[in-house]
């Protein structure tokens, strides 16, 4: 069973663009979530999206959104790019049905603004 | 709202001697509870779960980790470092309600010396 698919891997960006990261699930899975990994910070949840709709949210500005198609692949974008934003974005799945069911993650967007 | 704490944000052992990376939560219902290993420029990788069947959880690796309700604490340990144990380490927990949401504790750098 193939697990989480992020694309890319690695993105440099300059400041004031705009950055579009994708995640496809395991399949069967349809709960995706979204992550910011940094030194500072560690892990800090962004979003969750179950059936195309966003099911929670965390604490981070506007600029970041996202989405998920019918199929559960998720996109995220971020907008306006800060020096701040650079970090390794995680995607995760689970089936979503229940809260004891683990996060499968891929391996991340390592995303570098200069 | 529930929360997780790991103690000790770095960790050095010597190989062969036993590992013991330490997890406490606050809830007031026994949530669910995980741990995480994420390798260098890599996702996170599960490593067991407790869903409250036994207190005592097997995982990958030869790691393991017991439920204590009364310390609320599920602490990871493993007999016998190996060099390839060199990690970070997340202990996460999930609600029992239907909030859906994963907490990510700090995570503990896992160091093994030769």
């Known amino acids: 069973k193939a697990g989480v698919t992020q694309t890319p891997r690695y993105l440099i960006k300059t400041r004031g663009q705009q950055v579009t990261l994708s995640c496809s699930p395991i399949s069967g899975h349809r709960s995706v979530s979204w992550y910011q990994q940094t030194p500072g910070q560690g892990l800090q949840f962004l979003f969750e999206y179950f059936s195309e709709t966003q099911r929670n949210k965390g604490n981070f500005p506007g600029r970041f959104s996202g989405r998920q198609f019918s199929n559960s692949r998720s996109e995220m974008n971020v907008s306006t790019l800060e020096l701040g934003d650079s970090a390794l974005y995680l995607c995760a799945s689970s089936l979503g049905g229940l809260s004891n069911q683990p996060q499968h993650f891929g391996d991340g967007t390592r995303l570098s603004i200069l | 709202a529930q929360s997780v704490t790991q103690l000790g944000s770095h960790v050095s052992v010597s190989e062969g001697a036993l590992v013991l990376l330490r997890c406490n939560y606050s809830?007031?219902?026994?949530?669910?509870l995980f741990w995480y290993v994420q390798y260098p420029n890599q996702g996170l990788q599960l490593l067991l779960k407790y869903t409250s069947a036994a207190t005592l959880v097997k995982g990958i690796n030869g790691f393991e980790a017991e439920f204590k309700k009364s310390e609320t604490s599920f602490h990871l340990t493993k007999p016998s470092a190996h060099m390839s144990d060199a990690a970070e380490y997340f202990c996460a927990v999930s609600d029992r309600g239907r909030t859906y949401k994963y907490i990510f504790g700090t995570g503990t750098r896992l160091k093994v010396l030769a």
């Open positions: 809830s007031s219902v026994p949530p669910y």
